[in-house]
């Protein structure tokens, strides 16, 4: 059973540049979610793809964008980079439930290291 | 303003002692939270959860208490062994239903020594 895969592992890209990052999300798994970490902090939540659709965004520029495919596997774009931006950034998948159903734990990727030059 | 706090940046333990982390969070909404373990240049792997309709859940060496009154929680790792070298990240999930997402502390970097 694989778990949820992330790709690239690292990438370099100069400022101003755009950035795709993908994820496969752990089989049975219909929901993802990214983060971005940047070194020394927690993971920051960007925001949450279910259904081919965005449910919910944390505190991330419109630079920051998604896709989710009808295989449920996601993309992360970032445009116009900024130094800031530099970091590694997670993916996490779960279960779909129903709106009474308890929480599920997120199972993450490896992340892709971002290094804006 | 940071929703989960992990005031310890790192802790040390001899090996077969007990490790203790602790994290306290300021939201009263929140009503699950877990424990993951990171190492350099991997994603966070899930340790232990616990629901706020408990006060304590326990999976092998590894327990997790919560306090809701007091709004901190702890995991303890006992025996601590060396491959437990890692940094411990909690996090409580913030939201409702599938509408849920993680707001996670900064962490604690544990070194058990042999």
């Known amino acids: 059973d694989a778990g949820v895969t992330q790709s690239p592992t690292h990438l370099i890209k100069t400022r101003g540049q755009q950035v795709t990052l993908r994820c496969s999300p752990k089989s049975g798994h219909d929901t993802v979610s990214w983060y971005q970490q940047a070194l020394g902090q927690g993971p920051q939540f960007i925001f949450q793809?279910?259904?081919?659709?965005?449910?919910q965004r944390g505190n991330f520029p419109d630079r920051f964008s998604g896709h989710q495919f009808p295989n449920y596997s996601s993309e992360l774009n970032v445009n116009a980079l900024l130094l800031g931006d530099s970091a590694l950034y997670l993916c996490?998948?779960?279960?779909?439930?129903?709106?009474?159903?308890?929480?599920?734990?997120?199972?993450f990727g490896p992340g892709t290291r971002l290094t804006v030059l | 303003d940071q929703q989960v706090k992990q005031n310890s940046p790192s802790l040390s333990v001899q090996e077969g002692r007990i490790s203790i982390l602790n994290c306290d969070y300021t939201n009263s909404m929140f009503d699950y939270f877990l424990w993951y373990k990171k190492y350099p240049a991997e994603g966070p792997t899930f340790l232990i959860s616990i629901s706020s309709i408990k006060d304590k859940n326990e999976d092998g060496r590894f327990t997790v208490f919560l306090n809701k009154s007091a709004k901190h929680l702890s995991l303890h790792i006992v025996p601590s062994q060396p491959g437990d070298s890692a940094v411990y990240f909690c996090?409580?999930?913030?939201?409702?239903?599938?509408?849920?997402?993680?707001?996670w502390g900064l962490g604690t970097s544990l070194a058990v020594n042999p």
């Open positions: 996490a998948s779960t279960p779909h439930r129903g709106i009474d159903s308890s929480t599920d734990t997120q199972y």
């Open positions: 793809y279910y259904e081919e659709e965005e449910r």
């Open positions: 996090a409580a999930s913030d939201g409702v239903g599938n509408n849920r997402k993680l707001i």
